[in-house]
């Protein structure tokens, strides 16, 4: 029996059939159980809902997707982890990656390569009996390709920068359906646009990538009680702007529910958290750290020399998929009016229903331009703010709403591609200045003439 999908337009129906025999992947309708596996992100709260999903095993698997659908009027979405899914760029047919899942480490030349289905737990594994990290992400449950074309800015961003800046090469399908390699000297337009543009430039097939000679770090989060909010927070921000660029800091307030799985020190309380990482001499790092564990009473210190496997340690970042709702914004400055009133609406006695809110300071070598110029614009914000509460709670929309608006005037405008992801022309521009806007628009009207590609709907916005 042939399955069938309707066209866009709802004039015609497309023969699926006619996808099965080109490719090796599975390719699931809405009523098959591959659908939901494939389809589902890691934010529960988002709803991806293409006409069909084609889960690739392939790089010309993926060519043959986007060819298909470039003749049949549709257009293309990509997940892999599902780690900042937007609804509206799931596209008619959506290309599950995850089944990409090469890893291949060259030691000697400290460089790996890995498949779009990838995540940095696997790289970090993998690099780890030779001394070598990657530059990944606070959690290495997210995915390399999603988190690098977003620019990738992890726990060590103040030392060594994005991870889009570490990239020698991408395997990529663009939305002419072409399977292309991508450097610096061939496609280098792609290559800019690959680099912080998300996915509006092509599929990303596999990525090349520096690793770091980093067996070890210091680091990790001391934790604090919610009644230390105030001291804390007026502590870490003055000690944090005379922290040498070896060291990476941020905090967080948190709420975390009185459950199974959470820290019982932590759990159904709010507390606050400030991050460390060190990389350098581990009794330097120790002292720079001294006055923050000096500012009150822990509950938990969990800063001390690691191997670079428990990077995750420093964030804490849930792995579980959950539904919720996270905004994000760059700051000018963290002045004492901007301080008060985030804490007016973050801190003790604010009712914040957010399970979380983080203040990172950046700087350092992530303000540097790189040496290859990408699409990545907010080089210069000196902090992020960024707020995470549970979907299903209707007090978190309005009040991140609020407190935004608390500090709309220290907002520079802009916000990371993977905290923010673009996908319509507001998006768009708090993520990209109107250069890079332009020119991603150019490598669009280049390489997917027809607007095949369901990401990159926000250049011709």
């Avoid at 594994?125 to 290495?140: I, R």
């Avoid at 309380?269 to 120790?286: H, Q």
């Avoid at 919720?324 to 009712?351: H, K, N, Q, W, Y």
């Amino acid at each position: 029996m042939t399955n069938t999908l309707a066209r866009p337009t709802g004039t015609r129906t497309v023969d699926l059939d006619e996808l099965r025999a080109v490719v090796t992947g599975i390719v699931a309708e809405p009523h098959e159980p591959a659908y939901a596996e494939y389809v589902t992100p890691w934010n529960l709260a988002i709803e991806m809902q293409p006409t069909a999903v084609v889960a690739v095993r392939t790089a010309e698997d993926v060519s043959e997707a986007v060819l298909f659908a470039r003749r049949h009027g549709m257009t293309v979405g990509v997940q892999a982890t599902g780690h900042g899914a937007i609804s509206s760029i799931a596209g008619h047919l959506l290309v599950a990656t995850r089944d990409l899942d090469e890893v291949t480490l060259h030691p000697a030349e400290r460089w790996a390569r890995v498949g779009a289905g990838v995540k940095w737990a696997r790289v970090i594994e993998a690099a780890a009996p030779h001394g070598l990290a990657p530059l990944s992400g606070s959690s290495s449950d997210v995915g390399v390709v999603g988190y690098t074309t977003g620019g990738g800015v992890g726990p060590m961003a103040r030392t060594f920068g994005l991870a889009a800046d570490r990239v020698r090469a991408f395997d990529v399908v663009t939305g002419d359906g072409v399977l292309r390699r991508v450097t610096p000297t061939q496609h280098p337009d792609l290559f800019f646009a690959l680099r912080g543009g998300k996915g509006a430039a092509g599929i990303v097939t596999a990525v090349e990538f520096d690793l770091l000679d980093l067996p070890t770090f210091y680091g990790g989060a001391l934790y604090f009680d919610g009644a230390d909010i105030a001291a804390v927070v007026e502590r870490w921000r003055i000690w944090s702007v005379a922290l040498p660029e070896q060291a990476t800091t941020s905090f967080v307030i948190l709420q975390l529910p009185d459950a199974p799985g959470f820290p019982p020190p932590l759990a159904g309380r709010m507390t606050i958290a400030v991050r460390y990482l060190w990389v350098g001499d581990p009794i330097e790092g120790e002292q720079r750290l001294s006055p923050m564990r000096g500012v009150a009473p822990m509950i938990l210190d969990d800063v001390a020399l690691k191997p670079y496997a428990a990077v995750d340690s420093v964030h804490a970042d849930p792995v579980d998929p959950m539904p919720v709702i996270d905004r994000a914004m760059l700051l000018t400055g963290l002045s004492d009016e901007a301080l008060s009133r985030f804490l007016a609406l973050a801190g003790p006695g604010s009712e914040s229903p957010q399970v979380a809110v983080e203040i990172r300071q950046v700087g350092g070598a992530l303000a540097r331009e790189a040496e290859h110029p990408n699409a990545w614009d907010h080089r210069a914000a000196p902090y992020s703010v960024l707020t995470v509460g549970i979907a299903m709670d209707p007090r978190v929309g309005p009040h991140s709403d609020s407190l935004f608006e608390a500090l709309a005037s220290w907002d520079t405008g802009g916000c990371w591609p993977n905290f923010a992801p673009p996908h319509d022309a507001g998006s768009a521009k708090r993520a990209y200045g109107p250069d890079t806007l332009a020119r991603l628009a150019a490598v669009a009207d280049r390489y997917d003439p027809d607007g095949v590609l369901a990401a990159g709907a926000f250049v011709r916005d």
